[in-house]
């Protein structure tokens, strides 16, 4: 069995050690939940903690073969993430391209294999950011992939004054879609084409998703923050703080349940 085939029946964990001087990531066997490979361990013997930031967000490419392993630190002089792929066919001490951010870190960062990019937002602004993974080159430590689909201004504005328009934001790719959450709200972006006189291109659009049941607080009606949610067929679930139900937005009819 090929390591892209078989890697697509491994279950993979990040791991830290008790002391935080050391990280990395196991891939498991599915079948026999045996350890299979280690992946990128990082060990620190100085005052560097940022060099072995554990990965807390995993995603596996398997159109692409690469697994994404990101993490970040938030420390005093600021955030600071890691993003690097792994092409586990090649090697499981090296990556294959990585990138350590500090101007608008990452708040969460996800992977598409139908659209071949990295989406991230950004902690700072808040905005939306796409990287190419057909342009990635092999060493990307001092190369910024990041393109801004969202407000650029904005983004550039937020970063100068290191604010903190990202926190709680979360994002998810799903089939041809981003899904990313604002504390009680969800926008999508989708990939449209777009033909003029020069030909066609390819651009990403955002639209909300839609207005979910409202909570009754002291200072009036509004809505609960978005703390989980799952994509599977048509749907999309999401679980909201302080709430009994689950909401299940269905994009064939636009409707939305709520199920105990």
């Given amino acids: 069995m090929a390591a892209s085939e078989a890697a697509s029946h491994w279950l993979f964990a990040s791991f830290e050690s008790a002391r935080r001087n050391s990280s990395a990531v ?10 299979v490979v280690e992946i990128g361990r990082k060990e620190v013997f100085g005052a ?13 490419l398997a ?21 690097r792929l792994w092409d586990v066919r090649a090697s499981s001490t090296v990556p294959v391209w990585e990138v350590r951010e500090k101007e608008d870190c990452f708040a969460d960062v996800t992977a598409s294999d139908s659209l071949s990019a990295l989406f991230k937002v950004g902690a700072a602004s808040g905005e939306v950011f796409m990287a190419d993974l057909r342009r990635l080159s092999g060493n990307g430590t001092s190369v910024d992939p990041w393109v801004c689909i969202g407000d650029r201004q904005r983004a550039g504005a937020a970063t100068a004054s290191r604010r903190k328009d990202g926190n709680n ?9 981003v899904f990313v959450a ?12 777009i033909t003029s006189e020069a030909g066609e291109k ?26 989980s949610w799952a994509f599977g067929g048509s749907r999309m679930a ?6 009994r139900s689950i909401e299940v937005w269905d994009s064939a009819s636009g409707a939305i349940s709520g199920n105990r």
């Fill in 26 to 35: 196991v891939a498991f066997d599915l079948n026999s939940l045996s350890p």
């Fill in 48 to 60: 560097d903690v940022e060099a072995a930031i554990p990965p807390t967000k995993l995603a596996w």
């Fill in 202 to 227: 390819k651009v990403m659009r955002k639209n909300w998703v839609g207005n979910g049941p409202s909570m009754v607080t002291a200072d009036g009606e509004e809505k609960a923050k978005i703390v």
């Fill in 238 to 243: 999401l679980a909201r703080v302080d709430q």
């Fill in 182 to 193: 604002r504390d009680a709200y969800v926008e999508v972006w989708t990939q449209v084409e």
């Fill in 63 to 83: 159109g692409h073969s690469l697994l994404l392993a990101a993490g970040s630190h938030s420390g005093p002089a600021g955030m600071v993430g890691d993003i």
């Fill in 169 to 177: 934001c979360r994002i998810e790719c799903y089939r041809n879609w």
